[in-house]
């Protein structure tokens, strides 16, 4: 394609206002940029982003929120296999299928595009999404993987390579090519075409940063220094609500949320109940976001469920169920209108809040804490006076365990509302020798009917079933207890 006469194209349309599109233009799930030979930039931009929220939204979604123990399989129907800790190499086609086709959409971005600011934001996506799998599946496809295409060297079958040792620090490369090309403020920016942040660069580069600390944090001592070495001031990441990494869906056709599509047409809303892990959690701590995330029983008290305990329930016993599950408008947690989280404003903070109770930067962790809670409390429309009487009782910030509350105060926010980032942060934080979730001591509860070795939760997911029968380089399954390289 001739780059430059799409780039006078592209300018030309941004002289005249952009009248062409809006955001829900772009969201159709129905547009398919890769069925034309002369692929626009911007459709690939707003494809990627689509296929990384159903990828982190849709399939995978309830069924981490399950192993993250804030749901499981209620009445009226048979006992699911993740409540059993039972995973087929199926379940994760679609996660690692959609986010490495949206990073095939970045690559084309990336290697066709002339305009610094695209090129930038498809490296903090593919950066993004690399992240993702590698955190949920360990070792992967990575320097070989995207290169089907004659020149790229036609590699079908690309080899897996290290989390640790490959994939990690080439997210990092990404994410520190893609701060430095945003901080060279190009000309031409996203628009409605960006379903994330609409062209706004230096939101852009606070999810950048807020992504490389991850980065960071999660590589452990070897992460510390260059933490250090990025961090200058709180204001460099996500810190409010209006500045977190989402997709917003809308009550449309075509445009609806992935999980609320999947729920409604399988029935999910009806199957899931809140689990005792969480409610009790929730209800000793004094927390109202409790009425936030469940929906009351009929007779106005929340109670959970064991995870997988159905069977032993009373067939009497009423639950309580994730929000707007058995609302024809769906609700907080299922509905129609509601975001996919890449990374939220608690996120931002409590990322921030670990680095420095770990002393690897100079700044406040309780007060990082603290706006981590007001701002989960205002996004699920609580009361700001509410959020302070929480952190002033037993919601405070425990200095002498700071560790801990971070953990559990990220568990909490994230309820239903990121399981996949929920699931993966609890095995990092869990260890025997810290015992928060898993671990004998930990707050989860062993499922009723464990397919694992008493007492054995998973750790990570089982390879994709399409890696096994497809990739000649397939190196083999790992069991539900392999550990990804940053697990304790």
């Keep these: 394609m001739n780059t430059h006469k ?20 772009y969201l159709d799930v129905n547009v398919d940029p890769n069925q034309s030979t002369i692929s626009r930039v911007d459709l690939q931009l707003s494809s990627s982003q689509l296929m990384t929220a159903i990828g982190i939204g849709q399939r995978i979604y309830p069924q981490l929120s399950i192993l993250a123990q804030y749901q499981t399989g209620g009445p009226g129907v048979s006992l699911g296999d993740p409540d059993q800790h039972k995973w087929a190499s199926s379940e994760g086609n679609e996660v690692f299928t959609q986010l490495y086709r949206s990073n095939t959409n970045l690559n084309y971005i990336i290697q066709n595009s002339t305009e610094t600011n695209y090129i930038a934001v498809a490296k903090v996506l593919r950066a993004y999404n690399f992240q993702v799998c590698a955190d949920l599946f360990g070792d992967l496809p990575y320097s070989e993987a995207l290169k089907g295409d004659i020149a790229d060297g036609s590699i079908l079958h690309p080899k897996y390579d290290s989390a640790k040792d490959v994939i990690y620090p080439g997210i990092e490369n990404d994410l520190r090519e893609a701060i430095d090309l945003i901080e060279r403020a190009g000309v031409v920016t996203p628009g409605a075409d960006d379903l994330i942040y609409h062209g706004d660069m230096e939101k852009w580069n606070k999810f950048a940063h807020s992504l490389l600390l991850k980065v960071y944090l999660r590589q452990g001592a070897s992460g510390q220094a260059k933490a250090a070495q990025l961090y200058s001031s709180d204001d460099q990441f996500i810190l409010t609500n209006d500045e977190a990494a989402f997709i917003q869906f809308y009550d449309a056709a075509g445009q609806r949320n992935p999980q609320w599509n999947a729920a409604k047409s399988t029935a999910l809303g009806n199957y899931y109940v809140a689990t005792n892990t969480s409610t009790d959690y929730l209800t000793a701590t004094g927390d109202p976001r409790i009425d936030a995330f469940y929906d009351r029983t009929a007779d106005n008290t929340h109670f959970g469920l064991n995870p997988g305990g159905i069977q032993e329930a009373p067939p009497t016993q009423k639950f309580s169920r994730p929000a707007g599950a058995l609302a024809a408008t769906g609700g907080l947690i299922f509905g129609p209108s509601n975001p996919v989280f890449l990374m939220s404003a608690w996120e931002g903070n409590l990322l921030l ?3 420095a109770a770990r002393g690897w930067i100079t700044t406040d962790a309780n007060a990082l804490y603290n706006a981590a809670v007001q701002a989960s409390f205002e996004y699920l429309g609580l009361d700001a006076t509410e959020a302070d009487t929480y952190l002033a009782a037993e919601g405070a910030y425990d200095a002498a365990n700071a560790i801990k509350s971070i953990a ?3 568990w909490v926010c994230m309820n239903n509302l990121q399981p996949v980032e929920s699931w993966i942060e609890a095995r990092r934080f869990d260890s025997t020798g810290t015992p928060i979730f898993f671990s004998p001591g930990g707050i989860f509860h062993e499922p009723a009917h464990n397919a694992l070795p008493a007492g054995t939760f998973p750790s990570i997911l089982p390879y994709p079933e399409n890696e096994e029968s497809l990739n000649q380089s397939f190196p083999g399954q790992h069991g539900l207890t392999a550990k990804v390289f940053w697990d304790n």
């Excluded at 799409?6 to 233009?25: E, R």
């Design 408 to 410: 559990l105060q990220k």
């Design 353 to 355: 809040a670990e680095a």
């Design 6 to 25: 799409f780039k006078f194209i592209f300018l030309l349309v941004l002289a005249l206002g952009t009248p062409f599109y809006s955001c829900k233009d």
